[in-house]
């Protein structure tokens, strides 16, 4: 049986994850970027929209088995605050930005935000779950590396 602070947080963690996925959608749209930005947003783009998959996985198999343990280290208001600060930064996407600012901006989203920190903090007894968990935080890694880099100028 899944909790409803759990169920909450899991919810909030795939829609953190979808709304990620949009704000690099609207990236790789701009008409001004170069065809190769464009494919690297739709491809952060598409490792996200993964990435809330991963999370609803996890709710629907706690709903569906009463048996999985699921440990979760933080709340709704650890959420909540995440969530704010990402909401300021994904404003900031929808005005005429330079690939540059692009890069600058997300590299904060996914530095200062740090998406890895939530599944560090997330314990379950599912083989299959805990490796695509690991995938998630190992690609969320790799985003915060490459856009930092990219925001140096380094490619």
């Known amino acids: 049986m899944i909790s409803r602070e759990t169920d909450r947080v899991l919810i909030g963690l795939a829609k953190i994850e979808t709304g990620l996925s949009k704000v690099y959608e609207k990236l790789s749209a701009k008409p001004y970027f170069r065809p190769q930005v464009k494919s690297f947003w739709s491809e952060l783009a598409r490792e996200e929209m993964v990435h809330a998959q991963v999370f609803n996985q996890i709710r629907g198999k706690m709903v569906s088995d ?29 005005t005429d930005i330079s690939e540059a600012e692009a890069y600058h ?18 314990q379950i007894q599912d083989d299959g779950l805990s490796r695509k968990l690991a995938r998630v935080k190992a690609d969320t890694r790799k985003h915060k590396m490459v856009l930092i880099n990219y925001a140096r100028g380094i490619k």
Do not use: P
């Open 66 to 94: 009463g048996f999985l343990q699921l440990h979760l280290s933080y709340g709704l208001d650890f959420l909540r605050d995440f969530v704010d600060k990402a909401r300021e930064l994904v404003k900031k996407v929808e």
């Open 105 to 122: 901006l997300c590299a904060q989203i996914e530095g200062e935000l740090d998406e890895a920190s939530f599944i560090d903090r997330i």
